[in-house]
C-alpha cells in the first residue's frame, strides 16, 4: 500500500512536470518524468544535473523523501537573452543618440556659424552686415544682439574716423591755400624791394611786407589754435572777472575801429561782474574772434551784452550789418569767408573753445552772436 502511495505520489508529480526523485524508506528510487516539461525546465534525473541545478528535499513522516528539482539554466538563458537584448538596445540607443546629437549640435552651432561668416563679411569690408536674432531673449540670441551693437559702434567710429580724415585733408588743403595768398605776397614784395631797393615804391614794398607778415601770423597763430582744439588740450581752469574780459576786449576793438560805437549792455544779474570758472586766454580768443567778425560787417554800431543766471553767462555780440543770411550754420565752417576778408576760422574757434568749455556758440538771426559757458566748466 505504501508502494502504491509512493508510485501515485511520483505519478501525480510527473503529471504536473514537476521533476523530482522519491525514495520510499526502503531507499526504492522512483523518478518523476514530466510528461509536459515546460519550455524553460530540464529533463530530470536521478541525481545533480549539473551546477546550474538546484534541489530540496521534503521528508514524510513515514520515512518517504522526495528531492524536487529546479533548474538555473532556463533562467540564465534567459538572462543572457536579455543582457544580449540590452546590448543591442544599448548599441542602437547610442548610434541614435551621437546621430541625434550630431544634428543637434549642427543645429545648435548655426547660430555661431551664421555669426563667424558675418564676421568674417565685415572684416571684408561689409560693415552693412548685421545678426538681428529672431529671439534675442536667449543666450546666442543675446549674443547676437551685443555683435550687432559692437558692430553699429565699430561702424560709427570708422565712419567718424573716414569723416576726420576726410575733414583733415580738407583742412590742410585750406590751410595751404589760405597761407599760399600772404607767403606769396611777401616773396614778390621782398624781390622788388631787393631789385629796386632805393625806387619810389619802397617804402609802398615795406608796407606790403609787414602787412602780409601780420596776416600771416594771424593766420598761422588761428591754425595752431584750430590744431591744439582739434587735439583737446587740458584747459587751464581759473576763476575769471567775465565783465572786465569784455570790456578789454571792447577798448581793443574801439581802437581798431573808432568810426563804429560800442554799446556795452549788462543784465541785472550781473551788476557785480559775473566770476566763471574758465581758460581766460581761450575765453579771450573767443570773444575777440566774435568782435572781429561784427567789426568787419558793422556799419555804425556794435552791441555787447552780459546776461547770467546760477548755471550759464551769455554774452550777445550784435551789429546793424547785413545779417547771416538764409543759412546761419554755414558760417561756422572752417574758412568760410562772406566778405572775403578774414581766414574764415574765428567763428569755428569761437565755438570750438565755447564747447571745450561745456557751452557753445550759435547764431541768432538778424546779426547776433551768442556765446555761452557754464559758471563752472569743470562741474560740466
Not at 99 to 118: E, N, Y
Not at 144 to 149: E, I, K, Q, R, S
Not at 291 to 305: E, G, K, S
Amino acid at each position: 500500500e505504501r508502494t502504491t502511495t509512493v508510485v501515485d505520489l511520483n505519478r501525480e508529480l510527473e503529471r504536473r512536470g514537476i521533476p523530482a526523485v522519491v525514495r520510499t524508506p526502503t531507499g526504492e528510487v522512483v523518478t518523476s518524468e514530466p510528461e509536459v516539461r515546460p519550455f524553460d525546465q530540464l529533463p530530470p534525473g536521478t541525481a545533480p544535473r549539473g551546477e546550474g541545478d538546484r534541489f530540496t528535499t521534503v521528508t514524510f513522516e513515514d520515512g518517504t523523501s522526495i528531492d524536487v528539482y529546479v533548474s538555473r539554466a532556463s533562467t540564465e538563458a534567459t538572462l543572457n537573452r536579455v543582457l544580449l537584448l540590452e546590448l543591442v538596445g544599448s548599441g542602437i540607443a547610442v548610434m541614435l543618440a551621437v546621430a541625434l546629437l550630431g544634428r543637434a549640435a549642427k543645429v545648435i552651432a548655426r547660430p555661431l556659424d551664421r555669426m563667424t561668416q558675418t564676421a568674417n563679411d565685415i572684416a571684408m569690408g561689409d560693415r552693412s552686415r548685421r545678426l538681428h536674432p529672431s529671439d534675442p531673449t536667449t543666450e546666442i540670441g543675446r549674443m547676437a544682439v551685443t555683435f550687432d551693437h559692437m558692430v553699429d559702434a565699430l561702424d560709427a567710429a570708422v565712419t567718424e574716423a573716414e569723416a576726420a580724415e576726410v575733414r583733415s585733408r580738407r583742412f590742410l588743403a585750406d590751410a595751404a591755400h589760405q597761407l599760399r595768398t600772404p607767403l606769396a605776397g611777401l616773396r614778390a614784395s621782398a624781390e622788388t624791394l631787393l631789385t629796386r631797393p632805393d625806387g619810389p615804391d619802397r617804402d609802398r614794398l615795406a608796407s606790403n611786407i609787414a602787412r602780409e607778415s601780420a596776416r600771416l601770423t594771424r593766420l598761422v597763430a588761428s591754425l595752431l589754435r584750430v590744431a591744439r582744439l582739434d587735439r583737446g588740450e587740458p584747459l587751464d581752469l581759473q576763476p575769471v572777472d567775465l565783465a572786465a574780459l569784455i570790456a578789454d576786449e571792447v577798448e581793443r576793438q574801439r581802437a581798431l575801429a573808432p568810426g563804429l560805437h560800442f554799446d556795452e549792455v549788462r543784465d541785472g544779474s550781473v551788476a557785480g561782474g559775473p566770476r566763471v570758472s574758465c581758460d581766460p586766454n581761450a575765453v579771450r580768443d573767443a570773444v575777440a574772434n566774435l568782435l572781429d567778425n561784427a567789426r568787419r560787417f558793422a556799419h555804425t554800431t556794435i552791441t555787447v551784452t552780459l546776461a547770467a543766471d546760477a548755471d550759464d553767462v551769455e554774452v550777445r555780440v550784435g551789429d546793424d550789418g547785413p545779417g547771416f543770411g538764409d543759412d546761419p550754420e554755414v558760417i561756422f565752417d572752417r574758412f568760410v569767408t562772406t566778405d572775403g576778408a578774414g581766414s574764415g576760422l574765428g567763428l569755428p574757434i569761437a565755438r570750438g573753445i565755447a564747447r571745450q568749455h561745456g557751452g557753445d556758440v550759435v547764431a541768432v538771426p538778424p546779426a547776433t552772436m551768442v556765446l555761452r559757458l557754464p559758471v563752472s566748466a569743470g562741474a560740466r
